[in-house]
């Protein structure tokens, strides 16, 4: 599986972004595609999750209700829509890919993508 993350970029304080995860190579049917995020200096963290066939998701605490992860079948695509951005916000965005459980844990994720750089400015 190969993973293509987009749609980073600068945005103010309070403004939307949307994130997409395109796979190649496989279906995403089998697998929990997840994103994470890492801010300069701090260790990688998880965001959200989904489970492709049931479509159930998880939430960190810090993004409920700000954050909305998503897939679209016929694109083969995870979206991850970002409103009311904070600063606090700012990283690298990954969106990542497994097969089997829904974790929250990134070391258990098999297949990356290259991240995406979202900035909050204050």
């Known amino acids: 599986v190969q993973l293509q993350a987009c749609g980073g970029g600068l945005v103010q304080t309070g403004g939307s972004l949307r994130l997409s995860c395109a796979a190649s190579?496989?279906?995403?049917?089998?697998?929990?595609v997840g994103w994470f995020r890492q801010a300069p200096g701090k260790e990688c963290e998880f965001v959200a999750a989904?489970?492709?066939?049931?479509?159930?998701?998880r939430y960190a605490d810090s993004v409920k209700g700000r954050f909305t992860i998503s897939r679209d079948n016929a694109k083969n695509t995870v979206y991850l829509q970002m409103n009311s951005l904070k600063p606090e916000d700012t990283a690298v965005y990954y969106c990542?890919?497994?097969?089997?459980?829904?974790?929250?844990?990134?070391?258990?994720?098999?297949?990356w993508g290259q991240g995406t750089l979202v900035t909050v400015s204050s």
């Open positions: 190579g496989r279906s995403f049917s089998s697998y929990v």
């Open positions: 989904i489970r492709w066939n049931l479509g159930s998701t």
């Open positions: 990542a890919a497994v097969q089997g459980l829904m974790m929250s844990n990134w070391h258990g994720y098999e297949y």
